[in-house]
């Protein structure tokens, strides 16, 4: 995923438990998954493009993904 030309001459903004402006949330598909994702974007992150799911079969689950960027982030898709 590209990030604009510059990015790094810039400020970075300020994200809780200074955390990248961009993280990948992954976990089994469940309340907890979907907990965290809300909580998320409670703090002020906003989704970056469509989840990911996927079947692990030695876990017998059904396993997600979701990228998040932080709300100031200047970023491109």
């Known amino acids: 995923m590209p990030v ?3 990015w790094h001459k810039r400020a ?3 994200t809780p438990d200074d ?3 961009y993280r990948l949330l ?8 979907c907990e ?7 703090q ?3 989704l970056y493009g469509s989840p990911s799911i996927t079947y692990d ?3 017998d689950c059904i ?3 979701q990228a998040v960027v932080w709300h100031e982030a200047d970023v491109v898709k």
């Open 26 to 33: 992954t976990g089994k598909d469940d309340r907890a998954f």
């Open 4 to 6: 604009r030309a510059g």
């Open 36 to 42: 965290r994702v809300s909580e998320a974007l409670a």
């Open 44 to 46: 002020g992150w906003r």
């Open 57 to 59: 079969g030695g876990m």
């Open 12 to 14: 970075m903004h300020k």
């Open 63 to 65: 396993k997600v993904a």
């Open 19 to 21: 955390r990248p402006i």
